[in-house]
């Protein structure tokens, strides 16, 4: 029942619910604020901090959207003078934060034209004579919308799942019940795999990715769209082939044939017709972005130049207009929250707060060869994730700091930053609430959470051992380190 029709009891409980976490907030962060802290941070710097991990924390238990807890964040920030109106609102104008709304309103474009249906159709028709292509060909599906849709959420619970659901249905397939292990739980458990894999290939396949690149640069390391992409294929197109097979090894679907699945495929590609000229122009308006993606360094395009020409396209034509883009809140809450990461994590450096965290930590590791030392960080960081629900939190609250770490016990910078980059997305396969379309597939109910966890925890073996092996290699054939 949607909030609107609740009843004014239910309303009544809801909002109860939400005290007690904000409550939680609360104490935290006056805990922190009266607390000593160390001599080496200033007040300031100290407050900044407990700031910083309340916000975090906030984001987490989400007593508030999102949007709202960055807004509280501002409000103490400026009202208790350790955040001036020009730093709180210097980083509304960030490219990072723009580049991921003008690619949210972009993405509208594959479902509003049916592009993204059409695509995954036709790879289910392609491969789908078998349950294990089947899972290729909705792989397929989210390598090829990735570079153009940040939202994870939107390719694989927006896109992917409704088409995966119907085939499982057309089995018999259905959650909570025996028949889950027809086919519907491997597919919902592969789908789910595969979007992680995908998020961590392309610069704009997840929200949190252009964020990774703007805090990269605070310790001098520029990572260009084309470079990210180049950097991951390898590493990348190895992992897409391994964790479907791999999971239909250890999770088998009871069903192996699946022919069905492409007479529906080619059924509904047939009543979808030819494609109209929405359609092309959308897709014409994908492939300019990717080359001035992949090129934009050469022609002196920025990735949010490239994004801001893609959805002119797209408005000038008609395929988008303007007010329907209006109304996308996500986007818009997303800019908010971002913005505010942002300005705090640039803040955090600017004060002191990391080179402080660094100094106090790299003592714990000396003496220690970087070829040791790091993979020990490199792994904490990676499985500190089974404590986030949210990879941006865990992304902004971690990830300078291990960088700056990584860097500064003697890891090569670029292999430092393209193994935390790469991990940022390759966690959110852990658990249940590790990603943003991990409660919604999860909450379908075709996989149970004892087997959600073990699948997670293996493909993410698997994972680092093909990111830190092939990738280093790859990295290091490119000249990257």
């Known amino acids: 029942m949607s909030q609107a029709n609740a009843t004014p009891h239910e309303k009544s409980d809801h909002h109860s619910l939400q005290v007690v976490p904000l409550l939680i907030c609360l104490g935290l962060g006056l805990a922190g604020w009266f607390c000593p802290h160390p001599s080496a941070l200033t007040d300031q710097a100290w407050h900044l901090v407990v700031i ?107 896109i992917v799942y409704p088409i995966l659901q119907g085939i499982a249905n057309s089995y018999k397939s259905f959650p909570n019940t025996d028949s889950a292990r ?68 250890i999770y088998p679907p009871e069903i192996k044939e699946t022919p069905f699945a492409q007479d529906n495929a080619r059924a509904e590609l047939k009543a979808m017709g030819k494609m109209h000229r929405n359609e092309w122009i959308m897709g014409l308006a994908a492939i300019v972005l990717l080359v001035l993606w992949i090129f934009g360094k050469q022609l002196g395009v920025a990735p949010v130049v490239a994004a801001m020409v893609g959805l002119i396209l797209l408005l000038v034509t008609g395929v988008l207009e303007w007010k329907s883009l209006v109304k996308i809140d996500t986007a818009w809450e997303t800019f908010v929250w971002f913005c505010v990461l942002i300005m705090l994590a640039n803040l955090l450096k600017d004060y002191g707060v990391l080179s402080w965290f660094t100094s106090s930590v790299q ?66 396969g852990l658990t249940h609430y590790s990603l943003a379309p991990a409660p919604l597939l999860y909450g379908v109910g075709y996989v149970d959470i004892k087997t959600w966890w073990k699948i997670g925890f293996l493909t993410s073996v698997i994972n680092i051992l093909i990111w830190c092996t092939v990738g280093a290699a790859w990295w290091k054939f490119l000249g990257f380190w």
């Not at 592009?115 to 349950?131: E, H, N, P, S, V």
């Not at 294990?132 to 694989?156: E, F, H, N």
């Not at 609250?397 to 292999?415: C, E, N, Q, R, V």
């Open 363 to 428: 003592g714990h590791f000396a003496g220690l060869d970087w070829k040791i030392a790091f993979p020990l960080l490199a792994l904490i960081y990676f499985y500190t994730h089974y404590f986030f629900a949210s990879s941006t939190a865990h992304v902004t609250s971690m990830y300078p700091a291990f960088l700056g770490l990584s860097i500064a016990i003697g890891t090569p910078p670029m292999l430092a930053a393209f193994v935390m980059i790469y991990f940022s997305n390759l966690f959110g």
């Open 52 to 158: 910083f991990v309340v916000t975090v924390f906030g984001l987490i238990i989400k007593p508030l959207p999102m949007g709202a807890v960055a807004i509280i964040a501002i409000t103490v920030g400026i009202l208790t003078k350790v955040i001036t109106m020009q730093q709180a609102f210097n980083s509304f104008s960030s490219d990072v934060v723009w580049l991921v709304v003008f690619a949210l309103f972009i993405a509208k474009g594959f479902n509003v034209t049916g592009l993204g249906r059409r695509i995954a159709y036709f790879f289910t028709a392609l491969l789908g004579k078998k349950t294990l292509g089947l899972s290729y060909g909705l792989m397929a599906t989210d390598l090829i919308l990735a570079p153009a849709i940040p939202s994870v959420t939107g390719r694989s619970a927006g």
């Open 182 to 249: 027809k086919i519907g739980a491997f597919l919902t458990a592969t789908a789910f795999q595969v979007t992680v894999i995908t998020s961590s290939m392309f610069m704009t396949a997840m929200a949190a990715n252009p964020i990774l690149t703007s805090l990269s640069k605070d310790q001098d390391i520029s990572v260009s769209w084309g470079e990210w992409a180049l950097a991951a294929c390898v590493p990348g197109i190895l992992s897409l082939a391994i964790i479907p097979w791999f999971i239909y090894k």
